[in-house]
């Protein structure tokens, strides 16, 4: 049977839900990239007055749509930000282009999306062919969707588009003194109470008095009550496409795609459970986090700085200790970048996928291994990261970062020797390890006095992986000690026992 298949793709995602300083604005873009493949999709196909069952893609059984004469149309997957979808009649595919295309324009003004279509017999031959014709059809086709700017036009607060859009008060709530939005921003807090719904899987059904926070202000709070820092943590799953590359049919891909939602979705209920039931940062019955997208092998959760390495440590420990379905390892990487909570957050998410990417060279060195890495700063940051590392973290030749580490083992880079390392460091009094961190800054002559000055009170560097660091502070021009004296203010050291400290 001759079936026809689209592909629809949503373009710049990440810009599209991180490019607000409003956590508001951030978790409605989430919600309605989740809502463009499914609402969208079903109230397109039901105004096409179209059988479908739409659950059935999520099940590992094979296309129904060529055994089943009453079934029109079908999903054959939904995941990584585009969904396939089949049809028996090509003129019903061109018509479903049509009628969701419009629907996006309104329903989720500021989203750009690209579509491939291809008609054939074998499925897993249409796919193939989606999958190629939608890389040419994005290098050709980048449509304007957005009311163009002009010298009168006033800015949106939280976009930078033009305010088009005036505020339905019963609908959205912001500043008092906002009367016009973009359309783009208006429609993102439109859907913030419904993504705040959606958190409630993630706790305990019992549980009706913790809640998640709803903005960065909440996060930022410390325990003595201190606006500082917020973590933005960025994990994403290793090799991935090469896992999907494995899968010889649909019912495999539908199969590996479920199971890495179903992971990520336990592996953060657990963390947050732990969460809770340790009290892990958490002031009076506000969680510590909140999550902005949960999505298989693309996560991104945001914490109270102090926590947010911890944090992401805990949810890979859930994610990847044990195989996929049973037969499929998984690993996975981590950034976190630890910033004041008024810089701009974009910056922020961009600064902490560049440290996963970092961190997933390393994971391409050695397979099936999960690292983490991250960053601290209270001025800020400018460019990319490899420049950020050349003129603030480099002297004289010398690497003053030693990151990222491997999680759950590994021999020079194992994070828990690290951890425990660092927590060793906290036996120095604060003159000291402020001293520490200025000195490796400084010339031999000084790095060699301070190390004589601690051995004369009896003081030694906790060692790490290699005998010598204790004795020179850098060897092979790397060192680890200046990552200790950073994360000592954002780790939870008193998680740490006495046990783990030996």
């Known amino acids: 049977m001759k079936l026809t298949g689209i592909i629809l793709d949503i373009r710049g995602i990440q810009n599209y839900i991180f490019n607000s300083n409003s956590l508001k604005i951030n978790i409605g873009a989430s919600y309605i990239v989740e ?37 029109e149309v079908e999903i054959g997957f939904i995941g990584g930000g585009n969904a396939i979808i089949f049809f028996k009649s090509k003129n019903k595919a061109e018509e479903f282009i049509r009628i969701w295309s419009s629907k996006l324009l309104i329903e989720a003004p500021g989203l750009r999306s690209s579509v491939a279509i291809n008609t054939g017999s074998d499925v897993k031959e249409i796919i193939k062919k989606l999958k190629q014709q939608l890389r040419e059809n994005k290098k050709y086709v980048y449509p304007r969707i957005m009311t163009l700017q002009v010298g009168f036009t006033d800015e949106c607060t939280y976009t930078g588009n033009a305010k088009d859009y005036r505020i339905d008060e019963n609908r959205i709530k912001v500043n008092e003194e906002e009367q016009y939005l ?71 891909i539908r199969e590996l795609s479920q199971l890495l939602k179903e992971r990520a979705e336990c592996a953060f209920k657990k963390l947050v459970g732990e969460i809770i039931d340790n009290n892990l940062g958490m002031i009076k019955n506000k969680l510590p986090i909140r999550p902005i997208v949960i ?183 790397k060192t680890p000690y ?5 994360i000592i203010n954002f780790y939870p050291m008193e998680l740490i026992s006495m046990e783990d400290e030996k």
């Open 295 to 477: 999505n298989g092998d693309d996560i991104t959760f945001v914490s109270r700085g102090k926590w947010g390495i911890y944090f992401s440590e805990l949810f890979l420990k859930y994610y990847v200790t044990e195989k996929l379905g049973g037969k499929y390892d998984l690993s996975a990487c981590a950034g976190v970048s630890i910033i004041k909570y008024k810089y701009p957050f974009s910056r922020g998410y961009q600064l902490s996928e560049q440290l996963c990417n970092q961190a997933k060279i390393y994971a391409r060195k050695e397979k099936n291994t999960s690292w983490i890495n991250f960053m601290m700063s209270a001025d800020g940051f400018t460019g990319s990261l490899d420049n950020i590392i050349k003129q603030k973290y480099s002297f004289q030749n010398k690497k003053l970062l030693y990151r990222p580490y491997q999680l759950f083992g590994g021999k020079d880079r194992d994070f828990g020797k690290f951890i425990k390392s660092a927590k060793r460091l906290t036996n120095l009094s604060k003159n000291k390890i402020h001293k520490l961190k200025e000195v490796l800054i400084q010339d031999e002559a000084a790095q060699k006095e301070f190390i004589q000055s601690l051995k004369y009170h009896g003081i030694t560097l906790p060692k790490i992986y290699k005998d010598g660091f204790e004795r020179k502070l850098f060897l092979n021009s």
């Open 182 to 252: 973009s359309a783009e921003a208006a429609k993102k807090l439109e859907f913030v109470e419904k993504a705040n719904n959606l958190l409630h899987s993630f706790k305990n059904i019992n549980d009706k008095k913790t809640t998640f926070p709803t903005n960065f202000d909440d996060l930022s709070h410390s325990s003595n009550g201190e606006k500082n820092f917020i973590a933005i943590c960025h994990i994403d799953g290793n090799e991935i496409g090469k896992l999907f590359s494995t899968c010889q049919n649909l019912i495999e």
């Open 35 to 71: 809502r463009v493949f499914n609402e969208l999709i079903k109230e397109t196909v039901k105004k096409m007055k179209l059988n479908i069952n739409f659950c059935v893609y999520k099940n590992t059984v094979d296309l129904e749509i060529q055994n089943n004469t009453e079934i």
């Open 482 to 486: 200046f990552d200790m004296v950073e």
